[in-house]
């Protein structure tokens, strides 16, 4: 069992940074694939980035790639999106999820992940 819990999230400016942190319990966090996706509101979830179980593998959505970058410290049991150029269409609640492989996580929609957090709120304003 794994549990996930987000945190970083905030009001930041257009052109702002922020860093989301996803904190996870159990043991067996190094073996999964970590991820994030988002949701705003009246739209669908969406995937946002995810990197493997080593973390020598990153991979991310074209509207965020160059600014965001994922990293993970399984040290820590923690997976990190650092968010920069923030622009106001990245207002969403972001969500930690963890699978099985990062395919997973890429392709499938959040309830089809093997976990995920309660999720944290992003705002940027114009």
């Known amino acids: 069992q794994v549990q996930l819990v987000e945190s970083g999230g905030g009001l930041v400016q257009a052109g702002g940074s922020l860093r989301l942190s996803c904190a996870a319990s159990?043991?067996?966090?190094?073996?999964?694939?970590m991820g994030w996706h988002r949701q705003a509101i009246g739209k669908e979830s969406e995937f946002v980035a995810a990197i493997n179980w080593s973390g020598s593998s990153t991979y991310y959505a074209d509207s965020v790639k160059g600014r965001f970058t994922i990293s993970r410290d399984n040290a820590k049991n923690t997976v990190y999106l650092h968010m920069n150029s923030l622009k106001p269409e990245d207002t969403a609640v972001y969500y930690c999820?963890?699978?099985?492989?990062?395919?997973?996580?890429?392709?499938?929609?959040?309830?089809?992940?093997?976990?995920w957090g309660q999720g944290t709120q992003v705002t940027v304003s114009s």
């Open positions: 159990g043991r067996t966090f190094s073996r999964y694939a």
């Open positions: 999820v963890a699978a099985r492989g990062a395919r997973q996580i890429l392709e499938a929609p959040r309830d089809r992940m093997d976990y």
